[in-house]
């Protein structure tokens, strides 16, 4: 047979399985694994190299509005680019519903957003903010059986919070469809009544984002959604875990049978409460939900990383410009914490840091690390084994990776659209060198090498914890 491409001698690695041999890649897809496989177009060497799968980002908010005049730093074009340089060759984004507005229209305008910008490959969770019964009943059928076969609801932020009575019929009706549900988990109520005291106190700085969104408000959220879609039976994933409190809701839910699924994301292993605390409003950098903790919170997340209590580990990536956020756009978040919009980036900066802090740290295995970065993203969202690893038949989306390569994180090398990086002078072991989408060379060196975008939208199959619809 012959190839496209030849990707000779790497140490591949899958979320199983470590071993040395070549990968035949012919039209976009892996068509064989050997060794001393000959006769292709292009040959590389890819000898004391790791040879992973793409990362699958399942996390990633670009292009959303923010309000205040305020946007995203990432369009479609600049946030899978970043993901690019990082290692990615999937992103997962929102596609946010207006109230009011169906969920066929929010997919119309984000399916326009993304159009002809991507350079990695992209698929949307639906956003329901109104999940009214014909969102719930007519519209979320069809639409899962057209291939958007997850969604995120929120029990936080004024606007978007689902009460109990609406996340209930959101289970339920996932229930019917076999749709997966992403849950935001902390108690908005709670949290108004800290910003409430918090104000009558005069403390209007950024660390007060932190102390307004306490563990507890996190913890009995979880608790609460746990409960929740145990009561209707419906399996849901716990989102951006930030402690060891919520953390362990998560496995004790798992011990009582349920079918579940957990994220963190590299900011509650790198930031702290503390960060928010920087001088001259710097902190508004550091400003996402949940908030980061402590060094006990760190070790917590790493635990649940180590043990496998979380199977994904997503960025989260949700960037604003700092100058936007204090610039002149944005007086009222340097009057007020609450107007500091919440979110920071962090899609090329994900799996750099996880490799480094936890695969050449020895506190994750390298089979681990693709699991929780790639594998575990495409089966529990239905994109498996398309994407995610590396077999024969799958898309050649491949990640090539240098375990010797040191790099300072500076903001210049990400591509992002933001002008910060939360991990500013971070220095790893381990750097993405080459990326393949779909058996395209995508990234070289921490540049891209096709600046046409080629990404491709993908529908997908129902969630691997998802066994049927009812
Ligand atoms: O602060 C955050 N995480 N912003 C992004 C939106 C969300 O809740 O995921
Ligand atoms: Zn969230
Ligand atoms: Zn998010
Ligand atoms: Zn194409």
Redo the contacts with the bound molecule.
């Keep these: 047979m012959r190839f496209d491409t030849i990707i000779r001698n790497g140490t591949v690695a899958t979320a199983s399985d470590t071993f040395v041999c070549d990968i035949g890649i012919r039209d976009g897809r892996i068509a064989a694994l050997s060794t001393e496989l000959e006769d292709a177009d292009e040959v590389i060497d890819a000898t004391g190299l790791f040879v992973l799968p793409g990362g699958i980002d399942s ?1 990633v ?1 670009l292009d959303q509005p923010s309000g205040d005049g305020i946007v995203m730093a990432d369009d479609f074009d600049s946030g899978t680019r970043s993901a690019a340089i990082g290692g990615n060759s999937t992103v997962l984004a ?1 596609c946010m519903q207006e109230k009011g507005q169906t969920l066929r229209e929010a997919l119309k305008v984000y399916h326009e957003k993304a159009q002809g910008k991507c350079h990695v490959d992209v698929a949307f969770h639906l956003v329901i903010t109104d999940p009214t019964p014909e969102v719930l009943g007519q519209e979320l059928p069809a639409l899962v059986e057209d291939g958007y076969t997850s969604l ?1 609801v ?1 029990m ?2 004024e606007g978007l919070r689902l009460r109990d009575d609406q996340i209930l019929d959101t289970l339920d009706a996932a229930r019917r469809t076999g749709a997966l549900v992403m849950v ?1 988990c902390e108690n908005e109520d709670a949290i108004r009544y800290l910003i409430g005291r918090h104000e009558e106190e005069g403390k209007f700085a950024p660390k007060y984002h932190a102390t307004t969104r306490p563990i507890p408000a996190e913890r009995e959220a979880t608790h609460r959604a746990l409960s929740l879609a145990e009561i209707v039976d419906v399996p849901i994933v716990i ?2 875990v930030s402690n060891r409190e919520a953390m362990e809701e998560i496995r004790r839910a798992r011990q009582r049978g349920q079918k579940i699924a957990g994220e963190t ?1 590299p900011q509650y292993l790198m930031l702290t409460a503390d960060d928010l605390d920087r001088d001259a409003l710097e902190g508004a950098k550091y ?4 908030p980061p903790r402590d060094k006990a919170s760190q070790d917590a997340c790493w635990e649940g990383l180590e043990q496998n209590v979380f199977d994904l580990f997503s960025s ?1 990536h ?1 960037p604003f410009r700092y100058e936007d956020v204090h610039g002149k756009l944005n007086e009222k978040g340097k009057r007020h914490f609450r107007w500091i ?4 980036p962090g899609v090329a900066t994900r799996l750099p840091i996880l490799f480094s802090e936890g695969v050449m740290k020895g506190r994750i295995t390298l089979n681990q690390f693709v699991a929780q970065t790639a594998t575990n993203h495409a089966k529990l969202y239905g994109l498996y084994p398309r994407k995610g690893t590396i077999c024969v038949g799958a898309d050649a989306d491949l990640a090539l990776w240098d375990p010797n390569r040191q790099v300072t994180i500076t903001n210049d090398i990400l591509a992002h659209g933001s002008d910060y990086t939360p991990y500013q002078g971070v220095e790893v072991r381990g750097w993405p060198v080459r990326l393949f989408v779909r058996g395209n060379s995508v990234m070289e060196s921490g540049a891209m090498v096709e600046e046409a975008p080629s990404g491709h939208y993908l529908s997908r199959q129902r969630s691997s914890l998802v066994s049927k619809p009812a």
């Excluded at 919009?341 to 920071?344: A, D, S």
Aim: hydrophobic share 25%.
């Design positions: 996390h908010h929102f995120k929120f936080t932020y935001h989102v951006h994301c400003v996402c939900s949940p989260d949700c919009p919440n979110g920071i």
